[in-house]
């Protein structure tokens, strides 16, 4: 029960599958102008001495100017926070109001949960937590902004890093997903082409990768969770979404002539 609380926001990131790390692209400006907020705060647990305590630290970038209330509405509701409160209501918050009620609600949370752990062990581990989000912007393909979050949660003993992408049309303002970019029914043909990539990069072949447990639960397919570069698409798998846990995140950088048969953009 003590790991519950983890798991249920791993559980959710899982089901929002999208994550990265920083791409080793050079990338252009951001056309976007974005301010931060920041919060920094502890919350023990109760009044006891030896009581654990959560410790959130969040860098959340904003956007400003032209279609700044859209993108930022967006942003927030997109799974950087998580749990992904905000995305169960449509009432109109500002980016601070947003944050504040995040934080709020995820302390209740974990007080709720962890105190009659904590009353009835009185083990301070117990409860101790860690949850961090920082998050910077940069340019992508011409026309997008590349919005990534850096996250880190630490439960007790267990600790979990991974990286959230999102990518913002500055036209429009609006945040693609990957139906924007691709046709329609072309998962398992991008996924062929996603596959072969991977093998060029881990130099093996598909059998091999296959042998060696890449894709088991299913055939190759495009993440969500993905990187519009100057000339190529880096799709990025969670740590255990498509091979073993111990090989982390994995990014497969495919160039944008090889999709073209099924680009939209």
């Known amino acids: ?4 609380f983890t798991a249920i926001i791993f559980l959710i990131l899982v089901t929002a599958l999208t994550c990265c790390k920083d791409s080793n692209h050079t990338q252009r400006p951001s056309g976007i102008e974005f301010d931060s907020i920041a919060i920094d705060t502890v919350a ?17 970038k904003i956007a400003k100017g032209e279609h700044a209330r859209q993108i930022n509405d967006s942003l927030i509701r997109s799974g950087i926070l998580v749990p ?8 109109s918050l500002s980016p601070k109001e947003a944050v504040d009620s995040f934080v709020k609600r995820y302390i209740n949370d974990y007080r709720e949960f962890y105190t009659p752990i904590f009353q009835k062990e009185a083990n301070k581990a117990y409860g101790q937590q860690f949850f961090e989000v920082t998050t910077k912007t940069q340019g992508g393909k011409e026309g997008i902004t590349n919005y990534i979050a850096n996250i880190s949660i630490i439960s ?3 600790n979990t890093e991974y990286t959230l992408a999102r990518n913002i049309d500055e036209r429009s303002g609006k945040i693609l997903s990957l139906s924007d970019i691709l046709d329609d029914g072309s998962e398992s043909a991008v996924g062929a082409v996603i596959l072969k990539q991977l093998g060029k990069q881990e130099d093996k072949s598909t059998d091999d990768l296959l042998q060696e447990g890449f894709f088991a639960s299913r055939d ?7 990187l519009l570069n100057e000339n190529s698409i880096t799709f990025i798998y969670i740590s255990g979404e498509i091979a073993n846990r111990l090989k982390g995140e994995i990014h497969v950088d495919v160039e944008y002539s090889d999709l073209k048969k099924w680009l939209k953009i």
């Open 1 to 4: 029960m003590k790991r519950q």
């Open 44 to 60: 023990t647990l109760t009044s006891d001495m030896n009581a654990p305590q959560c410790i959130l630290k969040l860098d959340i």
């Open 84 to 91: 992904d409160y905000l995305s169960l209501t449509t009432m």
């Open 156 to 158: 007790g003993e267990q």
């Open 220 to 226: 190759a397919y495009p993440s969500h969770n993905f």
